[in-house]
């Protein structure tokens, strides 16, 4: 038999042998192919997250923005009013739920009702006429908002009222994350921040890192929370510099950990107050703490099994330089398990976690958490009137 004919029988062969392979031999293969697809999927995703990672320095200087003038000088005995608000990125209105609260929804509002909260949202701040205004959960540019560009159209709506001389801004990024994977459908793209309004000169603005209580891969799609501290240089009544200044600062702390990051976040952010207490400047810390303070009867609020646990900030770590304020008269926050429109609101759960701390040379006069319903935000804004002390 001559080569050629040999050459035939065994390309002949070796077609018969893979005829003669069993369905579930088949089955294997592809499902080996597949799984070797995804995995590589999976790789190349974490690669470009792991590449692209928000990773902000520890302390940063940040743009200080005029939309007007450079706003007025702020003195001795001023009176103040402030207020702060969760926007819920303007997609959190009185229809939402959220998957991360036990809720089911990922994507919790079209463009349309996008909007019409954050009109809602202008007009109460319109109708407060804060001096200072603090905002969390502000998007600059992300897919769970249809990329709208909330502090300039919320800059925007306040142009044609007397909230306009809130003038002078800052902003500071918290969440930025090209593309968040999970669930589906996915998040997608954040971009997403803090912003501080004043109708006062702010004179520097800065970013600090707070610790991050994740580690990669999960840190790679999760805030990196901060505090941001804008100084208000205060004149003496001449219109001197007296070396003194109102320091703002606004923050959002962490809210889905174990409870070991609230408790690193809020000692770093003590050490920031007190280090400016020392040094005799005025000092209000306001936004979101997902805690409530420990001197505040929450009792009218009770926990329900299977909720989001909030914590508790323990006063008596701070020195007595402070002021713990929140108003329990009205729930700062309410769960976002289901949605509130239409809901049993008797038994709803509900959190206080939204307030200030407040230097001692500075007087409180008042604090009061507006009731908003949650139309257009799962946060109800809280207003604080002040009057600067002298030493």
């Not at 202008?122 to 006429?129: L, N, P, Q, R, Y």
Request: proline share 4%; aromatic share 10%; charged share 25%.
């Amino acid at each position: 038999m001559n080569k050629a004919a040999v050459g035939r029988k065994e390309i002949i062969y070796m077609k018969n042998k893979k005829k003669k392979r069993k369905p579930w031999q088949s089955v294997l293969i592809w499902a080996a192919r597949a799984l070797a697809v995804i995995v590589v999927c999976v790789a190349m995703l974490l690669a470009f997250l792991t590449v692209s990672e928000y990773k902000p320095s520890d302390k940063e200087q940040l743009e200080v923005v005029s939309a007007g003038d450079n706003g007025k000088e702020l003195k001795f005995n001023a009176s103040l009013k402030l207020m702060t608000w969760n926007v819920g990125y303007g997609a959190l209105g009185n229809n939402a739920d959220f998957f991360m609260d036990g809720g089911k929804s990922v994507n919790t509002a079209d463009e349309t009702r996008v909007k019409e909260n954050l009109t809602g949202i202008a007009d109460e701040i319109k109708t407060v006429d804060p001096d200072v205004l603090f905002l969390q959960e502000v998007d600059l540019n992300s897919s769970r908002s249809h990329d709208i560009n909330e502090q300039e159209t919320i800059q925007n709506m306040l142009a044609d009222s007397n909230a306009s001389r809130l003038n002078n801004s800052t902003f500071a990024y918290n969440f930025k994350v090209a593309f968040i994977p999970y669930p589906l459908p996915p998040i997608g793209k954040v971009n997403s921040g803090i912003v501080t309004y004043s109708s006062y000169s702010i004179e520097e603005s800065t970013r600090y890192q707070l610790p991050c209580p994740f580690s990669w891969p999960v840190r790679l799609a999760n805030l990196k929370r901060c505090v941001m501290v804008d100084r208000i240089p205060i004149m003496n009544d001449d219109g001197s510099a007296s070396g003194k200044y109102l320091v703002l600062a606004n923050l959002h702390l962490e809210a889905y950990d174990d409870g070991e990051g609230k408790k690193a976040q809020t000692e770093m952010l003590r050490e920031i107050l007190q280090k400016e207490a020392d040094e005799g400047n005025y000092v209000i810390a306001g936004g979101d703490f997902n805690q409530t303070f420990s001197s505040i009867d929450d009792s009218m609020y009770p926990e329900y099994e299977g909720t989001w646990h909030c914590g508790e900030i323990d006063e008596s770590e701070f020195s007595s330089d402070w002021q713990f304020h929140m108003d329990n008269s009205i729930p700062t926050c309410r769960s976002l398990d289901k949605a509130y429109v239409n809901a049993d609101q008797t038994d709803f759960q509900y959190y206080m976690i939204d307030g200030y701390i407040v230097s001692k040379n500075i007087d409180v006069s008042s604090i009061k958490t507006q009731s908003k319903a949650f139309e257009n935000s799962d946060h109800n804004p809280v207003v604080m009137e002040v009057k600067l002390g002298k030493d």
